[in-house]
């Protein structure tokens, strides 16, 4: 930050440099869910926007969905080496230790710098943060940052509420160091927090709060737990502040954003948030519809869905932002690079797999089971 004789010291920035997206090949749609659970696919459709999502297969953890994405994403960015792994993600492989030493290790990255970030589904943009933090005290020149979530480890399949918003997927980002002012360098961050209302968003079980207890944790405790309507105001309120500061700290208008790519929460809420910052609803990047909520993924795979289908075009102006459990906001803005023609921008299986035997099946039956040879 000193001055110099040749102006004042910039440091560099994150530009990004390589994209990709991978979800597993096992879809739930609607209908599954709906012959299981108390609900159907037009209310599905009407409260979210969902028609299907994708979830591992039992065995397939995180790190297999962030290896499948951080793999393309050096391959579209044609770089074999980074100097820092980070991976966003509520579901890590274990909870101890993080998962992207695994993920860089498995990439053949073993010596590199490897952290988790956990800001829920905001974790993508704290990512983008910290990777651009990285970068600009001259720590690394290039990081891979990844967004992978599998909730469909976490959500009780029996729980209506979050069974049909949740999927699993991986979504990736190459940055590299580079100039303030280049079509790619990401900037203007926004960032916030209110763990007043941490239990709005929460898995209860499984940490030190509830190891200190005596007693063994119910299974409600066990699972993730929403309180859909509060957060649906939450969520309303805190993302539209943030993008307006977010904006007025660049000094741009609304009108200055072609795509506004928001955390995939829920059809209703993107629609809300812009329709409240004025942004003709065109300009929202979606698609939820197809993956559901895939927490710090869903980010970067809109942007690798977007990219894929060439609805991002070189000098396009984004505006991104997410919230989630924490509570937790943030957004920035990024100016679309020109980016390497990439077989890998986004990889939806071409033929996948739809079996009525599908794993919220097996889970069901499992704790149906469970329950009455229990009672
Ligand atoms: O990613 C982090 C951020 N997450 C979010 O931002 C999610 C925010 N919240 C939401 O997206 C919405 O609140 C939900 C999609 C979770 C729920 O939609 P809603 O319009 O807020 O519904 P609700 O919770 O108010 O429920 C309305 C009714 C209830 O029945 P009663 O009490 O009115 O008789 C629910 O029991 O709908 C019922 N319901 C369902 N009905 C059919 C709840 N889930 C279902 C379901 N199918 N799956």
Redesign the pocket.
Known sequence: MSPTAAGPYAPPAAVLCGLAGWVPSRVVTNEHLARR????DA??RT??GIRRRHVVDPGQSTSDLAVEAGRRALAAAATERVDAVVVATTTPDHNCPATAPAVAARLGLTGTAAFDIGA??TGFVYGLASAAGLIAAGVAERVLLIGADTYSTIVDPLD??NA??FGDGAGAVVLRAGHPDEPGAVGHFDLGSDGAHEDL?MVAAGGSRQRSRPGEPSRQDRHFA?R??E??RH?LTRMAESARATLSRAGWKIDDVDHFVP?Q??LR?LHSVADDLGLPRERCVTHVESVG?T?AASIPLALADAAARQALRPGDRLLLTA???GLTWGSCLLTWPTLPASAHLYEQPAHPQEQPTHLYDQWALLYDQGERTTS
Request: hydrophobic content about 45%.
């Open positions: 659970l108390d609900t159907d209310w599905i409260r979210t829920v589904c209506r509420a049909i918003i968003i929403m859909g309507k957060v649906y969520a955390h929460a829920n809420i909520n927490g919230f989630g459990g």
